[in-house]
């Protein structure tokens, strides 16, 4: 049989984690419309008769504007040196940049087969695709290319079968019915982070990260107690909202998601702290599972 890694790299909001989600079949890696969703590696394994691509989801390669931004893309610098093959996901349906040149940079230097994914060709006309599939070709001789839509196609053999021929011969390095390596708390505490994501804008979301306090089952039910944490006064008053109403908001959307995960009822109890400057401290960082945490202990 085949086995080996894939590396899913790119730019923020490329749609890196919603290609893991499909090529998985399961939601391991959560997604917002907003750039910088992923903080830490997470992986998704696909895995047939004789097959298994272990995939590898990495924070979005941007400008770092702090401690956990620098630790995310060296996260992401990492895990591409690690695995034999990468997927370098770019977003088809905005002009090439600056930014796209950078990732591509990194990725050439790896030295491994590349596939370019174009996404969100939902968004591009016919002469777009062919015109920007041609652009990419003039900058670099990619392995193989992939213009896709990865949140609308169904069908991803194509894909799958392509990067098969790309793999080491192998026996499972993961059991045969494991889609995601990630800790349950810290997929619990991935979805309210997803939750908080889409309920507020600009500065909070970012600024904000989300801890497993307790985690009990009793008589077929899961109590949950969740911290979210928060740089500044301001930013707890936004989280917490007019009388509880956004924190409400953000437990309930975040309840039902944690419950189809589970197959339990679930009873979730949020609560928000200030930790001034945590993106500047590697220790809290780290404790909060983001930017490469487990690598650096
Ligand atoms: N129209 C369209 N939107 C897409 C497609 N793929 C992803 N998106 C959207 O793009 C946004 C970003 O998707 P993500 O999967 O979170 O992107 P990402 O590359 O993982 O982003 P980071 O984690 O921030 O690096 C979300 O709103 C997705 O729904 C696509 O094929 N077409
Ligand atoms: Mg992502």
């Not at 949020?270 to 930017?291: A, M, N, Q």
């Amino acid at each position: 049989m085949k086995s080996g890694f894939v590396a899913l790299a790119g730019r923020p909001n490329v749609g890196k984690s919603t290609l893991i989600n499909n090529l998985v079949h399961e939601k391991v890696a959560i997604v917002t419309d907003k750039p910088q969703t992923t903080r830490s590696e997470i992986r998704g394994i696909l895995t047939n008769d004789d097959l298994q691509i272990v995939f590898t989801d990495t924070p979005g390669i941007h400008k770092a504007q702090d401690r956990l931004g620098a630790r995310m893309n060296r996260e992401a610098a990492d895990v591409i040196q690690g695995v034999d093959l990468i997927y370098l996901v770019v977003d088809g349906s905005v002009p090439f940049s600056k930014g796209d040149q950078y990732v591509l940079e990194m990725v050439k230097n790896a030295g491994l087969p590349v596939f370019l994914i174009l996404n969100k060709v939902d968004q591009m006309s016919k002469e777009q695709i062919i015109k920007n599939l041609a652009s990419w070709q003039t900058k670099y001789d990619f392995d193989e290319y992939f213009p896709m839509s990865a949140k609308f196609d169904t069908d991803f053999q194509d894909l799958v079968e392509t990067t098969a021929k790309y793999l080491p011969e192998g026996d499972l390095l993961y059991p045969a019915d494991m889609i995601s390596d990630g800790a349950e708390n810290f997929r619990i505490a991935e979805i309210i982070r997803e939750k908080v994501l889409e309920c507020l804008e600009q500065e909070v979301p970012h600024a904000s990260a989300v801890v497993i306090e307790s985690k009990k089952f009793r008589k077929g039910a899961c109590y949950i107690q969740a911290m979210i944490l928060v740089e500044r006064a301001g930013q707890k008053a936004i989280m917490i909202g007019k009388k509880g109403s956004m924190i409400k908001k953000i437990g309930m959307l975040a309840r039902k998601d944690i419950e189809q995960l589970l197959q339990k009822s679930v009873y979730l109890e949020l609560f928000v702290r200030v930790e001034e400057e945590w993106r500047s401290k590697d220790s809290r960082i780290t404790e909060y599972g983001y930017g490469g945490a487990n690598r650096t202990l």
